[in-house]
């Protein structure tokens, strides 16, 4: 008998941590879900990375590309060379092009949603603080000129290479730490719907219906 009782309470122990264990879990998974039903999930997955390639264009080495074509970002090199980034990049209705200097670099940034942002979801709280994992901007961030776009990391790099911003274009974190290393205040960026593929040089028209320009680059 004092066997079925010791028995009995083991199974009963088991399945109470068993229900705490689900607790606690289904409350991380709440929290996860609050930021991405909102700003498009969070996970782990990357099936892109960043790679050099041959990229001759009429840029001096340093400056930074931005293809939305492309959804890759470029840092000229010397010699003809880039470091090509997969990134998010900005859905067709928030499309924009120019050239911006990078006006800060922010390590760990802090992000505080816009009002119209508020105003489709009034859960969103007023700000998230720079090196919490839910942070849409992820570890670090480089600012544009003076518009509210950056190039900064994310808190779902399984978006990456998708069209999914409000403007921003979004890099894996450990990408946006290499290229905010490499990067320096003062920095031209160039943001442009062309298309870097390797061909012969032409004009046509890329699924987006962004005019390309067609470059020489490997990648």
């Known amino acids: 008998m004092k066997q079925i009782n010791r028995l009995l309470k083991s199974v009963a122990f088991g399945a109470l941590a068993a229900a705490i264990g689900m607790t606690a879990a289904a409350d991380s998974s709440s929290a996860q879900s609050f930021f991405s039903s909102f700003l498009g999930g969070i996970g782990s997955d990357r099936p892109l990375s960043r790679t050099t390639v041959d990229l001759k ?22 010699g003809g060379k880039a470091i090509s980034y997969p990134i998010a990049i900005p859905t067709g209705k928030a499309f924009w092009s120019g050239v911006e200097p990078v006006s800060r670099k922010t390590v760990n940034p802090r992000w505080t949603p816009t009002a119209s942002m508020r105003r489709e979801n009034p859960d969103l709280p007023p700000y998230v603080k ?58 031209k960026v160039v943001v ?28």
């Open 57 to 78: 264009v009429p840029y001096r080495a340093g400056t930074i590309i931005v293809s939305i074509g492309d959804a890759r970002l470029y840092k000229i090199l010397p």
């Open 192 to 219: 442009t719907g062309k298309k870097f593929v390797t061909a012969s040089i032409t004009a046509a028209m890329n699924d987006s219906g962004f005019g390309q320009d067609v470059f020489s680059a490997n990648n």
């Open 130 to 187: 720079g090196g919490d994992p839910r942070n849409p901007l992820g570890v670090r961030a480089l600012y544009l000129g003076s518009t509210l776009y950056r190039i900064h990391g994310t808190d779902a790099p399984e978006l990456i290479g998708k069209s999914v911003s409000r403007g921003c274009i979004r890099m894996y974190n450990e990408d946006v730490i290499d290229l905010y290393d490499r990067t320096t205040v003062g920095t």
